[in-house]
Nanobody, 121 residues
Protein backbone atom coordinates (compact mmCIF):
# COMPACT_ATOMS: atom_id res chain seq x y z
CA UNK A 1 0.00 0.00 0.00
CA UNK A 2 1.58 3.24 -1.14
CA UNK A 3 1.22 6.14 1.26
CA UNK A 4 1.34 9.69 -0.04
CA UNK A 5 1.76 12.77 2.12
CA UNK A 6 1.41 16.33 0.87
CA UNK A 7 3.00 19.34 2.50
CA UNK A 8 3.74 22.97 1.78
CA UNK A 9 0.27 24.46 1.70
CA UNK A 10 -0.63 27.73 3.36
CA UNK A 11 -2.04 31.19 2.84
CA UNK A 12 -0.34 33.42 0.29
CA UNK A 13 -1.08 36.69 -1.46
CA UNK A 14 -1.99 37.05 -5.15
CA UNK A 15 1.15 36.94 -7.26
CA UNK A 16 3.09 34.79 -4.79
CA UNK A 17 4.66 31.43 -5.53
CA UNK A 18 4.32 28.23 -3.54
CA UNK A 19 6.06 24.86 -3.59
CA UNK A 20 4.10 21.78 -2.63
CA UNK A 21 5.72 18.45 -1.93
CA UNK A 22 4.38 14.94 -2.14
CA UNK A 23 6.31 12.31 -0.21
CA UNK A 24 5.78 8.70 -1.29
CA UNK A 25 6.40 5.69 0.94
CA UNK A 26 7.60 3.83 -2.12
CA UNK A 27 8.02 4.53 -5.79
CA UNK A 28 5.01 4.44 -8.04
CA UNK A 29 5.16 4.69 -11.79
CA UNK A 30 3.19 7.96 -12.00
CA UNK A 31 2.41 10.71 -9.52
CA UNK A 32 -0.18 13.36 -10.29
CA UNK A 33 -1.45 16.49 -8.63
CA UNK A 34 -5.13 17.35 -8.43
CA UNK A 35 -6.93 20.17 -6.70
CA UNK A 36 -10.42 20.66 -5.42
CA UNK A 37 -12.00 23.99 -4.58
CA UNK A 38 -15.09 24.16 -2.36
CA UNK A 39 -18.16 23.13 -4.31
CA UNK A 40 -16.19 22.11 -7.40
CA UNK A 41 -15.00 18.86 -8.93
CA UNK A 42 -11.49 17.61 -8.41
CA UNK A 43 -9.32 19.06 -11.17
CA UNK A 44 -6.18 17.63 -12.73
CA UNK A 45 -3.10 19.86 -12.36
CA UNK A 46 -0.16 17.81 -13.64
CA UNK A 47 1.56 14.43 -13.70
CA UNK A 48 5.07 13.01 -13.88
CA UNK A 49 6.35 9.51 -14.43
CA UNK A 50 8.77 8.43 -11.76
CA UNK A 51 11.57 6.80 -13.75
CA UNK A 52 11.59 8.78 -16.99
CA UNK A 53 10.50 12.09 -15.49
CA UNK A 54 8.19 12.66 -18.42
CA UNK A 55 5.61 15.17 -17.32
CA UNK A 56 2.41 16.80 -18.50
CA UNK A 57 0.55 19.89 -17.38
CA UNK A 58 -2.66 21.17 -19.01
CA UNK A 59 -2.10 24.11 -21.33
CA UNK A 60 -4.29 26.29 -19.15
CA UNK A 61 -1.81 25.83 -16.31
CA UNK A 62 1.58 25.18 -17.89
CA UNK A 63 2.72 28.81 -17.73
CA UNK A 64 2.30 28.88 -13.94
CA UNK A 65 2.39 25.28 -12.68
CA UNK A 66 5.12 22.68 -13.07
CA UNK A 67 5.66 19.19 -11.71
CA UNK A 68 9.11 17.77 -11.01
CA UNK A 69 10.79 15.04 -9.04
CA UNK A 70 12.88 15.66 -5.94
CA UNK A 71 15.40 12.82 -5.99
CA UNK A 72 16.88 13.72 -2.61
CA UNK A 73 13.53 13.51 -0.83
CA UNK A 74 11.99 10.73 -2.92
CA UNK A 75 9.09 13.00 -3.67
CA UNK A 76 7.25 14.99 -6.28
CA UNK A 77 7.12 18.77 -6.36
CA UNK A 78 4.37 21.05 -7.60
CA UNK A 79 5.73 24.53 -8.15
CA UNK A 80 3.06 27.19 -8.53
CA UNK A 81 3.78 30.75 -9.61
CA UNK A 82 1.70 33.93 -9.77
CA UNK A 83 -1.02 32.41 -7.65
CA UNK A 84 -4.50 33.92 -7.87
CA UNK A 85 -7.58 33.64 -5.66
CA UNK A 86 -9.05 31.11 -8.12
CA UNK A 87 -6.17 28.79 -7.24
CA UNK A 88 -7.52 28.45 -3.72
CA UNK A 89 -8.17 24.75 -3.20
CA UNK A 90 -7.05 21.63 -1.45
CA UNK A 91 -4.22 20.08 -3.42
CA UNK A 92 -3.83 16.31 -3.55
CA UNK A 93 -1.17 14.03 -4.91
CA UNK A 94 -2.17 10.70 -6.36
CA UNK A 95 -0.23 7.59 -7.36
CA UNK A 96 -0.71 5.10 -10.12
CA UNK A 97 1.38 1.94 -10.33
CA UNK A 98 0.48 1.21 -13.92
CA UNK A 99 2.20 4.37 -15.10
CA UNK A 100 1.27 6.70 -17.91
CA UNK A 101 0.25 10.34 -18.04
CA UNK A 102 -3.35 9.90 -16.98
CA UNK A 103 -5.49 12.92 -16.16
CA UNK A 104 -8.62 11.37 -14.65
CA UNK A 105 -8.96 10.88 -10.91
CA UNK A 106 -10.37 7.36 -11.35
CA UNK A 107 -7.09 6.26 -12.90
CA UNK A 108 -5.23 6.72 -9.61
CA UNK A 109 -5.43 4.20 -6.80
CA UNK A 110 -3.43 5.96 -4.11
CA UNK A 111 -4.25 9.37 -2.65
CA UNK A 112 -2.86 11.65 -0.01
CA UNK A 113 -5.04 13.61 2.39
CA UNK A 114 -4.31 16.92 0.71
CA UNK A 115 -2.81 20.24 1.66
CA UNK A 116 -4.80 23.48 1.66
CA UNK A 117 -3.71 26.46 -0.41
CA UNK A 118 -5.45 29.77 0.16
CA UNK A 119 -4.73 32.79 -2.01
CA UNK A 120 -6.05 35.95 -0.49
CA UNK A 121 -5.11 39.59 -0.24
Amino acid sequence: QVQLTESGGGTVRPGDSLRLECAASERTWSIAWFRQAPGKDREFVGVITWESKIRYTPKSMEDRFSVSRDDAKNGIILLMKNLQPDDTAKYYCAGRKAGGLRTQRQDYEYWGKGTLVTVSS
